[in-house]
């Protein structure tokens, strides 16, 4: 039997947890090691439990999407990514991190916002689960916000939609978040149209 299309989604399973270790204790995120009951056996499991994200894809009235730009280590890039950050504050909403984020790392504010896509980033891996917000009615914030370490040399661009669309499906931008932010944007766009 076929499911519905409403009927298609991810399904919370939680087998017992027979031990768990902290591996690492990071500067922003940990390192865990789960022993888990699973079907007839045990499984061990290393992940990185994450505080979770969100990500905004701020679109300006020309269907112009902010781009920010930096270093990023593990990576060994510069790559192009939408603003984005933790959260990392005790009891933060996402939206208020998103709307936090969007003033710290690019000096905007937006008038309207709406939910866009979540996503687990990595799920064999961490944790993490980002939420992408859509942003418009943009304009500069009433302050500059103070910028260290990778964020001190961020290189912002407003660029078409379109172009961000087909850099993404050409493979010359490859951030993960930054693909299925711009992806669901230029559909959400189509569906309302």
Do not use: C
Not at 90 to 96: D, R, S, W
Not at 132 to 161: K, N, Q, S, Y
């Amino acid at each position: 039997m076929t499911e519905s299309v409403e009927d298609l989604r991810d399904e919370p399973f939680e087998p017992e947890v027979l031990q768990s270790d902290l591996v690492y204790k990071g500067y922003v995120w940990d390192v865990r090691s789960d022993r888990v009951r699973y079907g007839d056996g045990e499984i061990v499991r290393e992940y990185v439990a994450h505080t979770g994200a969100v990500a905004i894809v701020a679109l300006d009235d020309q269907e112009r999407v902010l781009l920010i730009q930096q270093y990023r280590h593990p990576i060994r890039h510069r790559d192009w990514e939408l603003p984005a950050g933790l959260l990392d504050i005790e009891g933060e909403e996402p939206l208020v991190a998103a709307q936090r984020e969007l003033a710290e790392e690019a000096d905007l504010v937006a008038a309207h916002w709406e939910p866009l896509v979540a996503s687990w980033t990595t799920p064999g891996g961490n944790d993490e689960l980002i939420r992408i917000f859509l942003a418009t009615g943009v304009e500069p914030a009433t302050a500059a916000h103070h910028r260290e370490d990778e964020e001190a040399d961020i290189r912002v661009e407003w660029v078409p939609l379109a172009d961000a669309v087909a850099a993404v499906l050409d493979g010359r931008m490859q951030n993960g978040v930054l693909s299925i932010g711009v992806l669901a944007t230029a559909q959400r766009l189509r569906d309302r149209s």
